[in-house]
């Protein structure tokens, strides 16, 4: 008996024949295989040999709510998204977002072909969303059903924000759990204290709301079990993700067994292999796998029972598409997250809104969402404004102030300042910030040209 090669590429052809030859494929590989294969000639059945005609690639930008506008906009700038909308012969339309244009040369290996061909896509997670939007329309069935059988008709959903003033915080907080959520994730930064912001998070947060507190693989030079144990004792705190260097994953084991609360873990330097095995985490944040190398990393999960999650950002498609697929792998129990709750607008005429911390998996054929022409056309419009570097000016306790230059363009430095190699912080620092904009005085310009010559301003 030849058991399967789980590093390699899936596609229609040997999915399928992993499957129906009865190889060792594990669980969720073979019952997606038996599932696409009814799936395929059912929809064969229903509108004949069919194929992708045209895609049509829109550019657009989407406004943050108002109230998250000014925190999220200095941080990243305005948003930009690129939505596909892909048509058959048959007259379906598959819908996918994501960041940036594919390529003309990966479009066009679409067009033309069968969307069944794209089975286990790991060319494009944006148009192979789209294409599994056509194969669960074509089979009159929802996407989960592409995937296996369906776990969970809820899966629990995060939402999510930037590390900002204790106002900012408590303000998330607020605004979240009453719109349905009850988690928050956020990367912690050194511009502010932690303390303060878990102080002011729990004035407002309901009984059994939690954060997920992203350190970003460390930075600082705080003890990590020192910090986490603190942190720990707060009854909003819900588990941590990426607390230090990922490549120490015997370190990893060690901080896990230390800490009561669960370690997560993102950004996996095996992809997601030994990692696992080793238990170096109690659960794993599977960020933008493009739809078979998700298919691949669920099913090793599921053979070692390893909690996870999805963590795709995009609108409401993205957030659809991780929806049906957490509902279909066995041990996707953790909260996705795409971020969708930060947009005001978006393309698509149905909400995926929580309620009590989850989401209910759509039921209507494909993706179980239609786009909205008029909404698109309208982002496709908007122009928003670029964000200009700004100064974050810091206060720390003892009245020493720090002042330092923010550039969206390199938003990991709010987070991760050490990549300027300037100074030694901690997140536990008495420390408060604010964000000072260019307001044309003699005071700001002289701020600024000395941050540019000097690299940091550090001053009694």
């Known amino acids: 008996m030849k058991s399967i090669d789980l ?9 399928l024949k992993v499957a129906l030859g009865g190889l060792a494929a594990g669980p969720l590989i073979t019952s997606s295989a038996r599932r696409l294969a009814v799936a395929e000639e059912k929809a064969r059945s229903n509108i004949g ?3 992708v005609t045209d895609i049509e690639v829109h550019n657009i930008m989407v406004p ?5 506008h000014d925190t999220l906009q200095h941080f990243y700038g305005p948003t930009r998204r690129v939505i596909y909308v892909v048509h058959t012969k048959s007259g379906l339309v598959g819908l996918g977002e994501g960041h940036s244009a594919e390529p003309q040369s990966v479009i066009d290996r679409y067009v033309g072909s069968n969307y069944f061909e794209w089975i286990g896509d790991e060319t494009s997670l944006p148009l192979g969303s789209a294409m599994y939007d056509l194969m669960g329309q074509a089979a009159d069935i929802p996407v989960s059903k592409l995937f296996g059988k369906r776990h969970r008709q809820w899966v629990p959903v995060g939402s999510w924000t930037v590390s900002a003033d204790p106002k900012h915080m408590a303000e998330a907080v607020s605004r979240y759990s009453r719109a349905g959520y009850t ?3 956020y990367h912690l930064s050194p511009f502010e204290n932690v303390m303060d912001q878990l102080e002011a998070m729990q004035i407002v947060a309901p009984r059994g709301f939690r954060i997920q507190f992203d350190l970003t693989s460390g930075g600082t030079d705080d003890n990590t079990q020192e910090l986490l144990e603190r942190i720990s004792k ?3 705190a819900g588990a941590f993700e990426d607390p230090m260097n990922t490549k120490d994953l015997d370190e990893y084991a060690l901080l896990r067994k230390h800490c009561r609360l669960p370690i997560l873990l993102h950004h996996s330097p095996l992809q997601f292999t030994f990692d696992v095995l080793r238990q170096a985490a109690d659960g794993y944040i599977l960020g933008h796998q493009k739809i078979g190398v998700a298919m691949r990393r669920a099913g090793l999960m599921e053979a070692t029972n390893a909690p996870f999650m999805l963590q795709n950002v995009g609108g409401l498609i993205t957030r659809t598409m991780t929806t049906q697929m957490q509902s279909a792998f066995p041990t996707a ?3 996705t997250h795409s971020d969708a709750e930060t947009w005001k607008e978006d393309v698509v005429n149905e909400t995926i809104d929580p309620v009590n911390g989850l989401v209910r998996v759509p039921n209507a054929p494909g993706l179980g969402i239609t786009l909205n022409r008029e909404k698109l056309e309208k982002l496709k419009a908007l122009k928003l404004p670029e964000q200009p570097k700004w100064i974050i000016r810091s206060q720390f306790a003892n009245g020493a102030k720090m002042y330092n230059i923010a550039d969206p363009k390199q938003n990991i430095f709010m987070v991760r300042p050490d990549v300027r190699k300037l100074i030694p912080m901690s997140y536990a620092s008495p420390i408060s910030s ?5 307001d044309g005085s003699p005071e700001y310009k002289q701020i600024f040209k000395r941050i540019e010559k000097e690299g940091i301003v550090l001053e009694k």
């Open 64 to 68: 943050y709510h108002d109230w998250l």
């Open 234 to 236: 707060s009854p909003l």
């Open 434 to 438: 604010t964000w000072w904009d260019d």
């Open 333 to 335: 129990h953790l909260h």
């Open 49 to 51: 040999k069919d194929f």
């Open 7 to 15: 590093s390699a590429p899936l596609d229609r052809r040997r999915l």
């Open 183 to 185: 988690w928050l994730k």
